[in-house]
């Protein structure tokens, strides 16, 4: 009776070691391709992670570690970190200003729109698309105004002396750049004109605007502007500050946007007319959509900026959130926190302008992939 011999398996590789050891390789390429590919590049990332690494120890003590957050006054502040007690004390002013605690419901209410309005109007593969980018730029600053405004539908009148805080920087931001961008567009048809009056005037607007310095403007707006109204009547500083800013801002949007008109091969509107196509139909149903597309880069650049820019507007009398930090610390309960307030002011902002500019990226990938495949 012969015997049966077995034969033990051979034990393959692990998946997960090598699934490790892959991710190992791309790690180290993506180090090479980016942090060490020069000498002067793993100088300076050399020189960057020593920097941290005297640097990061500290701040995480002072702001987490050593840092107070509970209490209602200063007196709560025992340790030797960051006093966030001030901040939490005062964040509904650094939120919504003087806006009246029992309607700040409406400014919830209206950043919730902001949300439902702008996510299908940016996000890839909505349905009807354009149609809510249009609701986003009509119906949306409507209903937002009547919310914030109020005096009708029952809601109670708040004037725009209490807005303050990010709300304000968020609603200036928003109209400037909603209105900005049509304008824009026309002026930069208006500068590619081949009428000539259309492209002086034009032309004389951007450089114009461009050449003057946003604090120059917003003075303007803020103390020249109502010497120049006729006797009586009045016009509400907000709206002055944020019609100048609109102003302001389209001259460069102008820029942005004739750069993307450029980029746009003469072939597509030569194309276009081949085929019976009107102007007005390819520039808007060809041309533009490609150059819109080309510019997003710019544009968001252009936001981003401008968002920063925006706390320029306490030098005429709005409080946004830099002013409202500012206002605080000079309240006596709270001196010699200045620190606190400037580095949660900077949080702020950089969270905006990430989220902005990570979104630009974003979409800037989608692009390419679009037009590789």
């Known amino acids: 009776m012969s015997e049966v011999s077995t034969v033990a398996p051979v034990a393959g590789p692990d998946p997960r070691a090598t699934s490790a050891s892959a991710s190992l390789r791309r790690m180290a390429r993506w180090l090479r391709r980016n942090l060490f590919n020069s000498p002067g590049n793993s100088f300076l990332t050399v020189a960057a992670l020593v920097f941290l690494a005297l640097v990061l120890p500290a701040a995480w003590e002072w702001a987490v570690s050593?840092?107070?957050?509970?209490?209602?006054?200063?007196?709560?502040?025992?340790?030797?970190?960051a006093c966030w007690v001030f901040v939490r004390v005062r964040l509904p002013v650094f939120i919504f200003g003087q806006y009246p605690p029992s309607q700040q419901w409406r400014v919830l209410l209206a950043f919730a729109l902001l949300v439902g309005f702008a996510v299908p109007a940016l996000r890839d593969g909505t349905p009807h698309r354009a149609l809510w980018v249009v609701l986003l730029l009509t119906l949306f600053p409507l209903l937002a105004g009547l919310l914030l405004v109020g005096g009708v539908a029952g809601l109670p009148f708040v004037d725009t002396t209490l807005w303050g805080g990010l709300m304000l920087d968020v609603v200036i931001s928003f109209v400037t750049m909603a209105g900005s961008l049509p304008l824009g567009v026309l002026l930069a048809y208006g500068r590619r004109s081949q009428l000539a009056g259309i492209r002086t005037v034009s032309i004389a607007f951007i450089e114009l605007w461009r050449g003057v310095p946003l604090l120059t403007v917003l003075f303007m707006a803020a103390v020249l502007l109502p010497l120049f109204l006729p006797s009586g009547v009045t016009v509400d500083r907000l709206l002055r500050a944020m019609g100048a800013l609109v102003l302001f801002n389209a001259a460069y949007?102008?820029?942005?946007v004739r750069g993307g008109l450029q980029g746009v091969d003469v072939e597509q509107e030569e194309a276009a007319q081949s085929l019976g196509i009107g102007w007005l139909q390819t520039q808007t149903l060809v041309v533009l959509p490609q150059a819109m597309r080309i510019i997003v880069p710019g544009i968001i650049n252009t936001a981003v900026d401008f968002f920063k820019d925006t706390t320029l507007v306490t030098i005429v009398g709005l409080s946004d959130l830099l002013g409202a930090v500012n206002q605080a610390l000079k309240d006596p309960a709270w001196l010699g926190l200045a620190p606190e307030g400037y580095v949660f002011a900077a949080v702020v902002f950089f969270v905006c302008c990430f989220a902005m500019s990570a979104y630009g990226r974003s979409f800037e990938r989608r692009l390419a992939r679009g037009q590789g495949r």
């Open 253 to 256: 949007m102008a820029e942005v």
């Open 66 to 81: 050593q840092a107070d957050l509970w209490g209602d006054s200063k007196g709560a502040c025992i340790d030797q970190g």
